[in-house]
T-cell receptor, first 112, second 114 residues
Framework: DAGVIQSPRHEVTEMGQEVTLRCKPI?????LFWYRQTMMRGLELLIY????????DSGMPEDRFSAKMPNASFSTLKIQPSEPRDSAVYFC??????????FGSGTRLTVV | AQTVTQSQPEMSVQEAETVTLSCTYD???????LFWYKQPPSRQMILVIR??????QNATENRFSVNFQKAAKSFSLKISDSQLGDAAMYFC???????????FGAGTRLTVKP
């Protein structure tokens, strides 16, 4: 099993541009989570899906952020338009039951 | 909402010695799960140990063990025979049995001195 796969690993973009982060969860996992990590706020849950359906998006900071999960093997987190304060490491994680999450390697986003 | 508190921003330990990282949490639920994650400089989040709230026995994984005090809502991590590779950020996390999202503490940066 290749684990949770995120791409890209690093992304540098200019303010105002659209950014799309991608995640492939572990096959068979029925939960998928998006987290954001910053020095100031730590690890924040943005949104999570169960069986491809968004369950709780209360952590999504504002309308500029959107997430989709069109099928069990793929999810995207989109920021449009991006702002410098969106700079962070974005993690995707997946799980089955309550054995704990498996995290991807994260995407470091820098908005200049 | 549940909160997780790690009161030690930084800790250090001598190689081969034992160190304990503290974690407390606040919840009104009786059924939940607690975790410790390790984040080395590579930034990968690695599950270290897991504890089910309904189990009285403390979880152990090789050199890692926990002291779970349910009434006190405390969940500390003990690392025995510390190794240089243990140097990392350690995050305590709470997961409700009802809604499946996981809340993290602010983390403790552990330094291991040779």
């Amino acid at each position: 099993d290749a684990g949770v796969i995120q791409s890209p690993r690093h992304e540098v973009t200019e303010m105002g541009q659209e950014v799309t982060l991608r995640c492939k969860p572990i096959s068979g996992h029925d939960y998928l989570f998006w987290y954001r990590q910053t020095m100031m706020r730590g690890l924040e849950l943005l949104i999570y899906f169960n069986n491809n359906v968004p369950i709780d998006d209360s952590g999504m900071p504002e309308d500029r952020f959107s997430a989709k999960m069109p099928n069990a093997s793929f999810s995207t987190l989109k920021i449009q338009p991006s702002e410098p304060r969106d700079s962070a490491v974005y993690f995707c994680a997946s799980s089955f039951s309550v054995r704990g999450y498996t995290f991807g390697s994260g995407t470091r986003l820098t908005v200049v | 909402a549940q909160t997780v508190t790690q009161s030690q921003p930084e800790m250090s330990v001598q190689e081969a010695e034992t160190v304990t990282l503290s974690c407390t949490y606040d919840t009104s639920e009786s059924d939940y799960y607690l975790f410790w994650y390790k984040q080395p400089p590579s930034r990968q989040m690695i599950l270290v140990i897991r504890q089910e709230a309904y189990k009285q026995q403390n979880a152990t994984e090789n050199r890692f063990s926990v002291n779970f005090q349910k009434a006190a809502k405390s969940f500390s991590l003990k690392i025995s025979d510390s190794q240089l590779g243990d140097a990392a950020m350690y995050f305590c996390a709470y997961r409700s049995a009802n809604n499946n999202d996981m809340r993290f503490g602010a983390g403790t940066r552990l330094t291991v001195k040779p």
